[in-house]
């Protein structure tokens, strides 16, 4: 079981510094890189991390986004979008290790097995988690993550559009206000949704009004209806008065859109408004799209999303019905579960992934008693360190620290201290 425990004086062992270690690190000549790399990581349970941003089109300019102001050392192109900021193995961003010749984390973990514990390592063979901060402009796709089945359907049969076998079961945690849409609105509402919108009506009066037949039935219209519904449809709203979340959304998306039959999800989907204190867990095959907002993401270790809208990305709308569940359960909120007077814990259904929330005021220290499994603590504010019996790691705004698996630490603060942990849940903590 995880002990946290409150220490105000805890003392550090004075043996070294991380970071200093690294830099004066002599290789041996008489032995490979690989094998020096190997056997000096054995000492070493914690150390820091550089992760990568992604510029996807969504995100926010240069240093206004979040991503860039959590990457302390990176040479920032004001002109770009830096929408995502990636720590984990995937492949399409894998980060590297602060230390040595910078190998990725990927290959570290593969030549030092012990650092993501049995219980990790005979599960996945690797880190089986991705986290990320997020920082969002403009909406992102309407779109749904596989389940694991079909994920392994979608690689075999289109690995350029699906680029692995894995499911994408993720939590959100916002740190300013998020806006999104997520999954589908109650089925009893759906008549009268048709009702306030005649365009929409018009094309629905035959076909009931069943989810599973409506929008299966909107989104194959001919080329030439589907154009005059979202025409009708954009033409209605700019005359209405007192418009709505959803109608202003529509209103501001079809100009950049005018072809996209996905705007329709948006009258089926629900609005939500998701505070700081707040996480949201997305459930495989569940419609969602992030609108605006600052945000932390963990997930299973993947990067497959089906989309049906408001891109232009490959979408597969198709596709995406085959498998989209059409239950309208209430989204899984949390405000977490208090594991002591400075960590919340937000637990998921996931196997793969949990959250910690760790505030930790100035002078005060916490000390994070052995643990099976691997962790990545991401620092959002403040100064301290983490202290082990290898030495100390000093940690700021934008620190991502890999602390190995079966390796006690303390976090000290210098300053008042904001991290994330993501870490592997062990089935004994559940």
């Known amino acids: ?30 032995e490979s890189i690989k094998e020096q ?22 995100g ?4 206004e986004s979040l991503a860039t102001q959590l990457m302390p050392d990176a040479a920032i192109d004001q002109t770009k979008p830096y929408a995502e900021l990636w720590m984990g193995v995937h492949p399409n961003q894998p ?43 403009k909406p992102l796709s309407i779109q749904i993550h ?3 089945m079909w994920a392994k359907r979608l690689h075999s049969q289109a690995p350029n559009h699906y680029p692995d076998d894995n499911h994408k079961p993720e939590i959100a945690m916002p740190l300013t206000t998020l806006e999104m849409l997520y999954g589908l609105e109650k089925q009893d509402a759906w008549k009268n949704i048709l009702s306030k919108y005649p365009p929409l009506s018009k094309y629905c009066s035959k076909i009931g009004y069943t989810p599973s037949v409506i ?31 959803k109608e202003k959304l529509f209103l501001s998306l079809y100009p950049q859109y005018p072809n996209d039959l996905g705007l329709l999800f948006i009258f089926f989907m629900r609005f939500l408004t998701v505070e700081p204190g707040n996480t949201i867990f ?6 969602h799209s992030y609108l605006s907002g600052d945000l932390v993401e963990c ?26 569940s059409y239950d309208d359960h209430a989204p899984q909120l949390s405000s977490g579960i208090v594991d002591s007077q400075y960590v919340t814990r937000f637990p998921t259904d996931a196997e793969e992934f949990e959250m910690q929330e760790i505030k930790l005021p100035k002078n005060r220290s916490l000390l994070q008693g052995k643990h099976p499994v691997p962790s990545i603590l991401l620092t959002l504010s403040g100064q301290g360190k983490i202290s082990s019996n290898h030495g100390n790691l000093m940690i700021k705004k934008g620190s991502a620290v890999f602390v190995g698996a079966n390796h006690s630490y303390g976090i000290s603060a210098s300053d008042d201290l904001r991290v994330i942990r993501a870490s592997v849940p062990f089935p004994e903590d559940q």
């Open 95 to 137: 980060s590297r290790v602060k230390f040595g010749n910078g190998e990725w984390l990927s290959d570290v973990l593969m030549k030092n097995r012990a650092l993501l514990g049995n219980y990790t390592f005979e599960r996945w063979g690797t880190l089986p988690f991705l986290l990320k901060v997020l920082s969002i402009a």
């Open 60 to 63: 926010k300019l240069g240093s």
């Open 299 to 324: 997930m299973a270790n993947s990067d497959n999303a089906i989309r049906a809208g408001i891109t232009s990305k490959y979408k597969d709308v198709k596709q995406l019905l085959s498998e989209l």
């Open 146 to 148: 596989p389940d694991k």
């Open 215 to 245: 929008l299966p039935d909107l989104l194959s219209l001919p080329e030439n209806e589907e154009n005059k519904l979202l025409e009708d449809l954009y033409t209605y709203l700019q005359k209405k008065q007192n418009v709505e979340a």
């Open 37 to 58: 790399l190997a056997s000096k990581l054995q000492t070493n349970s914690a150390f820091e991390l550089v992760g990568g941003a992604m510029h996807y089109d969504w």
């Open 1 to 30: 079981m995880k002990k946290t425990i409150d220490q105000s004086d805890m003392k550090t062992p004075a043996l070294f510094k991380l970071e200093d270690q690294a830099n004066d690190y002599q290789w041996n000549e008489q």
């Open 282 to 287: 997305i459930q495989t095959n569940h419609l």
